[in-house]
Nanobody
């Protein structure tokens, strides 16, 4: 059974930082491209960042380039999202999944950027 457990969200002021983590199990993590997505209230879920199976390739949505960094640890089956210089428009529930949203979504982690 696939499990995706996101953590690390919270309330932060504009310009602040957060580090999100995702613990994955139930599939061969080391072979899977992984992604972070986010969904703001009333909006569709959007792709934020993606990383290839070995970390050699990374891509980002234009809105987060230069501020967010995706990384992974295949020994621990985790993928992280370091978020710096956060803006109010980054407020959303953040989810991880294999590339293409292959598996059932986890509960996500709420990120709120507000002064």
């Amino acid at each position: 059974q696939v499990q995706l457990v996101e953590s690390g969200g919270g309330l932060v002021q504009p310009g602040g930082s957060l580090r999100l983590s995702c613990a994955a199990s139930g599939f061969t993590f080391r072979n899977a491209g992984m992604s972070w997505y986010r969904q703001a209230p009333g909006k569709e879920r959007d792709l934020v960042a993606a990383i290839s199976w070995n970390g050699g390739s990374r891509s980002y949505a234009d809105s987060v380039k230069g501020r967010f960094t995706i990384s992974r640890d295949n020994a621990k089956n985790t993928v992280t999202l370091q978020m710096n210089n956060l803006k109010p428009e980054d407020t959303a529930v953040y989810y991880c999944n294999a590339a293409g949203g292959r598996y059932a979504w986890g509960q996500g982690t709420q990120v709120t950027v507000s002064s």
